[in-house]
Structure formats: C-alpha cells, structure tokens
C-alpha cells in the first residue's frame, strides 16, 4: 500500500502560553496543501517494524516518527507478532516548519487502519497521532483547521479558498526548541492572528486572507533570507507571505499558476522551490 502524506502551512500561529512540564501551547490554523512524501507500508513475515528513507541522514529507529506512529497503531489495536516495513520516499524538506515528519506519522495511521481493517475512528486516529507529535492530529484530520493545546485540539474550519501556494525553504534555518527558546525571550501574542483570521476564512476573500497571515515566530526570529524571500513573494503579486511553523519555510499565496510560476523564476537561486494548491485532506492513495 503507498499513501501520500501532504505537507502543510500555518495560516496563522499564536503562542499563547507555556504549560508547567514546558511544552508551548498555541492557536493556530493549519492548511494541507498538495507537496507530500509518499509512504509505502507492507506486512512482512520477520516480526517488528523496519523503517527505509531516501534521505541518509534521517533516523529510522523510534526517532522516526512513522516508526512510533506504527508502534502506537499495533500496540493499541493488540497486534503482535506482525511484521511491518514503512519505506519513505521523502520530498517534503525537513526543518522547514511544513510538517513532514508529521503527515509521515499521520499517513501510517491511516494506512494501517485501511491494511489491517481496524475501523478506528478519526478521534482515536488523532489520540494515537497526539503521542507521536504536535502537529500529527492536524495531519490526520488534514484540511484546514484550528488547532489549540499542543496541538491535540483539532477543529476544522471554513476552508482556504482556491489559490496556488508557492513554497521557498532557503539554506537558512533554526531547530524547534532553538525557536521555542527565542520565543520564551519575548511577550506572548497579544494580537491574536487565528481569532483575526477566522471570519476572514469564512468570508472567503483571498486577498483580506492574505493580508492576515500572521506567525509569532516569524515576528521574532527575523531570519534574513526569510525577510528577503517575502519580499520577493509580494513584490511580484503574492497576497500575502509569511513563514510556515518554526521555519524556515516561506509561503505566498497566488492567484494564478502563471504569476505564481513567474515569482519561481524571481526565486531562483534562494532555495528549494515548491507549488502546490490547498487540499482538503492530509492523506490519499498514491494512486490519485
């Protein structure tokens, strides 16, 4: 079986607070869009789960997180003895705030829910994701949503209109808890961008969308090759830009393919490109 695991993009990402055992908690809203890795999972006779990646520098131990996603699934539904290989075909870019790792884990779930006919629902699925990472509830459900907590609180919301979505991830960029440390350094949100962001969604006006994009940690990292990537975006008609997550991925949302294509050609040279459109789900079949 090969699942596709969609990426995703922060509309909006409000730290509103930081809980006694240290995790962060936000609001945010999350967006599935069509750039995705492709997850092949088979059965196999040799007991336990193998995990296969094209990128060499990535764990393939209970560090990945397809790996835990697989030992959560088997160890919930009382599976033993079964045999599991998850090979990943990785095109999403790590450290780049679009959740791959995630919607790997996420696309696991899903798959084995589907191999081994378990029938769990989406709220278990998300529970199960929850214990992986933050953002994998989000790509369980997929779609656009609002995501509170640490992420376990998913609620889908009025969808992002159609658009293209033009993704930049420059050399530059900052591990997770090198972000989370930066942001404990400065006042939490006031000007909460998610509740501005809400009824702008349900409007369905791209542009008033675009012009509220907002992202605490894109205030206070700075980065200059993301200031300079947005730039860019906008300059050559993106409704709005911003950053993705903790980076350092930049997103611009267009209109049309041909500016959007045109903008590519604008980016040339200042990182890895991507163009994809939103999506209403977080999963598929590698066959669609």
């Given amino acids: 079986m090969k699942v596709k695991a969609y990426a995703k993009i922060n509309l909006t990402l409000d730290v509103t607070g930081r809980r006694p055992d240290g995790y962060h908690t936000l609001d945010t809203i999350m967006q599935s869009v069509s750039v995705w890795d492709e997850v092949e999972i088979k059965k196999t ?30 160890e919930h539904c009382g599976i033993t003895g079964q045999g599991i290989s998850l090979s990943l075909r990785k095109y999403i870019p790590s450290r780049a705030g679009m959740g791959g790792g995630s919607a790997d884990a996420a696309a696991v779930l899903h798959g084995l829910n589907q191999m081994f006919h378990t029938g769990l629902s989406q709220e278990t699925l998300v529970s199960l994701g929850a214990k992986v990472g933050a953002d994998v509830p989000f790509c369980v459900v997929g ?13 889908p919301v009025a969808p992002l209109p159609a658009c293209w979505v033009l993704l930049c991830k420059p050399p530059a960029g900052m591990s997770t808890p090198r972000a989370y440390a930066l942001i404990d350094q400065f006042p939490l949100s006031r000007e909460r961008g998610t509740e501005r962001m809400l009824p702008l969604l349900a409007g ?60 590519m050609q604008r980016l040339e040279g200042k990182g890895r490109l991507y163009l994809g459109c939103p999506l209403d789900r977080g999963w598929d079949y590698a066959d669609k």
């Fill in 204 to 263: 369905g006006d791209l542009r008033r969308i675009g012009e509220a994009l907002a992202n605490r940690f894109d205030e206070t990292m700075k980065l200059q090759q993301v200031r300079e990537i947005k730039r860019v975006m906008l300059s050559a008609g993106a409704l709005g830009a911003s950053m993705t997550g903790s980076g350092s991925a930049v997103f611009g949302l267009f209109t049309s393919e041909e500016a959007a294509r045109a903008c």
């Fill in 45 to 74: 006779s040799k007991p336990g789960i193998r995990v296969f990646c094209n990128r060499e520098y990535l764990p393939v131990d209970t560090k990945n997180t397809a790996f835990r996603a697989a030992q959560y699934f088997l």
């Fill in 143 to 155: 779609g656009t949503c609002r995501c509170q907590g640490v992420g376990e609180q998913v609620e």
